[in-house]
């Protein structure tokens, strides 16, 4: 007798976040300005999250400061926002607005669950 397998549900990520070829893609709702582009670059594809980002991270920020090391990991694990590529400075990710960082916040901790089911 075969055991009958029961597909995994897929997870629902937050800000309508999802999972494609293994990277989180999502949208910012401000965005960045980036030079000699007309309009806010949203789009965005982050990678999974490994320990070596978080020793990297460390290189700018211990994580006694939170904001800044999360930022850093952040700023390390995007591949792209619009057609400015990875890794992104972590000045544009601090002149962020505050909801677009929550959303990489939130991506960033969904990055380091890849790969693990």
């Known amino acids: 007798m075969s055991e009958q397998v029961t597909p995994k549900k897929e997870r629902e990520l937050p800000f309508g976040m999802k999972i494609v070829d293994g990277k989180i893609v999502g949208k910012l709702q401000r965005g960045i300005k ?31 400061l939170a904001i800044t090391f999360a930022g850093a990991i952040i700023s390390l694990v995007l591949e792209n926002i619009g057609e400015m590529k990875g890794p992104i400075p972590l000045s544009l990710i ?24």
């Open 94 to 117: 601090g002149a962020l607005s505050p909801k677009d960082y929550k959303i990489l916040y939130a991506a960033q901790k969904e990055s380091e669950e890849l790969g693990e089911d």
């Open 34 to 64: 980036v030079e000699g582009k007309a309009e806010r670059q949203k789009d965005f594809v982050m990678r999974q999250t490994v320990t070596q980002d978080m020793f990297d991270a460390e290189a700018v920020a211990t994580a006694d």
